[in-house]
């Protein structure tokens, strides 16, 4: 995937907020990034890629990321994909010690308003 830097939004890192995924397009926007673009409420900032096992926690707590959706043009999401998701359920899953991989440089500071640098590094896809 090429990287790009959404313009004027940081990550968790402090850098330059990275595009998380074109295919399966992702965010709010559904423009493959975790950004805000200013808008106030925007909570699908933590860049994932996806187990089987967050996955299967997800469907069992009523979100349901697998299966296909194309009245919202959604094919679903299966092990390996990225996705920006919603914070709330980022820290549901940490929680329960189901959380998925983290893409930091992908991932929007605003996050650290709800969750530790250090947890979500413990959880980082790019540092391990």
């Not at 330059?16 to 805000?36: H, I, K, V, W």
């Not at 997800?58 to 998701?85: H, I, Q, Y």
């Not at 996050?111 to 980082?124: E, F, I, N, Q």
Request: include cysteine.
């Amino acid at each position: 995937m090429g990287e790009k830097v959404i313009t004027g939004e940081r990550n968790v890192l402090g850098g330059e907020l990275m595009a998380c995924s074109y295919a399966p397009l992702t965010g709010f926007f559904r423009d493959g990034s975790c950004a805000t673009h200013g808008a106030q409420g925007v909570a699908h900032l933590v860049c994932i890629r996806a187990t089987a096992e967050f996955l299967e926690f997800s469907v069992s707590k009523g979100n349901d990321l697998v299966t296909p959706r194309p009245e919202l043009r959604f094919r679903g999401l299966k092990p390996g994909d990225r996705w920006c998701l919603h914070v709330l359920r980022w820290i549901e899953a940490w929680e329960a010690g189901h959380a998925p991989l983290v893409v930091l440089e992908s991932t929007h500071e605003n996050v650290l308003r709800y969750a530790p640098l250090s947890a979500l590094k413990r959880h980082a896809l790019d540092l391990n």
